[in-house]
T-cell receptor
Framework: QKEVEQDPGPLSVPEGAIVSLNCTYS??????FMWYRQYSRKGPELLMY????GNKEDGRFTAQVDKSSKYISLFIRDSQPSDSATYLC?????????????FGDGTTLTVKP | DTEVTQTPKHLVMGMTNKKSLKCEQH?????MYWYKQKAKKPPELMFV???????INESVPSRFSPECPNSSLLNLHLHALQPEDSALYLC??????????????FGAGTRLSVL
C-alpha cells in the first residue's frame, strides 16, 4: 500500500464550479502538507502548504488537513479554465536535515469554459 | 523571489554523448534536489544535497552523476544514457535547519530525449 493515495481523476468541471481534490496518507509522522500545481510539460509550482492540522486560505484556494483522519483536501472556488492542470499533494515529516517528500500520483483537472 | 532556474529547457542526446544539466537558486536554500518525472507520473527523487554534501542517493545508476559546486548551483552530469532515461528532469531547493520545513520549490525542468 502506498503511503499517500490521491483521488486519481481525471476531473472535468464547468467554469465557476467548486473543486475538491483529496489525498489520504498512512504515515503518522507527516507534519507538512503541500499542494503543487503542474501545467503540462512544466515543473510543479507550490500552491500552498500547511503545518499539522487546520485550514489555510489563499484567494480562491483553501487547504484543509485532518490529521485524525489522515486526510487532506484542496478546494478551488470559482474555478477558471486557467486552473486546468495536474494537482499533486506532497507530505513530509518534521526533519532536522533535508529529506524526502512523498508525493501523490496527481489529479488532472479540466475546467471547461 | 522563489525561483529555481534550470538550463537547458530541452536536450536531445545520443546514447554515447556526455551532457550536463544545470540548476541555480538564489533563495539562500541549503538543500537541493534532482527528480526524474515520466509522463503522467509524480516526480521521482534521485539525489538530495544538504549543505553541498550528497545526503541521499536513491540507488540511481552511475550514468547519472550529480555535483554541487556551491550552495546556489547543482549540476547533473549525464553519460551513456539509455532511451528509457528520456524524461523531464526537475531540480528543487528547500530550507534546511533545526526543524526543516522541507518545502521544496521546483524549477521548470529540462526535457531530455535520448536517441
Amino acid at each position: 500500500q502506498k503511503e499517500v493515495e490521491q483521488d486519481p481523476g481525471p476531473l472535468s468541471v464547468p467554469e465557476g464550479a467548486i473543486v475538491s481534490l483529496n489525498c489520504t496518507y498512512s504515515n503518522s509522522a507527516f507534519q507538512y502538507f503541500m499542494w503543487y500545481r503542474q501545467y503540462s510539460r512544466k515543473g510543479p509550482e507550490l500552491l500552498m502548504y500547511t503545518y499539522s492540522s487546520g485550514n489555510k486560505e489563499d484567494g480562491r484556494f483553501t487547504a484543509q488537513v485532518d490529521k485524525s483522519s489522515k486526510y487532506i483536501s484542496l478546494f478551488i472556488r470559482d474555478s477558471q479554465p486557467s486552473d486546468s492542470a495536474t494537482y499533486l499533494c506532497a507530505m513530509s515529516a518534521v526533519l532536522t536535515n533535508a529529506g524526502k517528500s512523498t508525493f501523490g500520483d496527481g489529479t488532472t483537472l479540466t475546467v471547461k469554459p | 523571489d522563489t525561483e529555481v532556474t534550470q538550463t537547458p529547457k530541452h536536450l536531445v542526446m545520443g546514447m554515447t554523448n556526455k551532457k550536463s544539466l544545470k540548476c541555480e537558486q538564489h533563495m539562500g536554500h541549503r538543500a537541493m534536489y534532482w527528480y526524474k518525472q515520466k509522463a503522467k507520473k509524480p516526480p521521482e527523487l534521485m539525489f538530495v544535497y544538504s549543505y553541498e554534501k550528497l545526503s541521499i542517493n536513491e540507488s540511481v545508476p552511475s550514468r547519472f552523476s550529480p555535483e554541487c559546486p556551491n550552495s546556489s548551483l547543482l549540476n547533473l552530469h549525464l553519460h551513456a544514457l539509455q532511451p528509457e532515461d528520456s524524461a523531464l528532469y526537475l531540480c528543487a531547493s528547500s530550507q534546511v535547519g533545526r526543524v526543516a520545513k522541507n518545502i521544496q520549490y521546483f524549477g521548470a525542468g529540462t526535457r531530455l530525449s535520448v536517441l
